[in-house]
């Protein structure tokens, strides 16, 4: 399935205002290419804005990994980070 298709299948539904942890694990390392980094990080916001980011309802979490892994962006209650 292309990132296309997941951004509008996740564009379709309502903002989730529900409690939750969300996290993703983002590949950096230098095989991934420009273009596929960047396609990787719009996605991650674009599903992102489907959720209401706030200490009382959902926080945001991003480890980065290449040969190490690494906590980019602990949980976070704002969206404006990433």
């Not at 509008?8 to 290419?33: A, H, Q, R, T």
């Not at 916001?45 to 959720?51: E, L, M, P």
């Amino acid at each position: 399935m292309s990132m296309d298709v997941l951004v509008i299948i996740f564009s379709l539904f309502p903002v989730c205002s529900n409690k939750l942890e969300l996290g993703y694990i983002m590949d950096v390392s230098g095989s991934m290419g420009e273009d596929n980094y960047r396609t990787q990080r719009e996605f991650v916001k674009n599903v992102t804005k489907t959720f209401n980011i706030s200490p009382q309802h959902t926080q945001v979490g991003v480890i980065t990994f290449s040969d190490d892994a690494f906590v980019s962006r602990k949980l976070l209650h704002t969206g404006s980070a990433l």
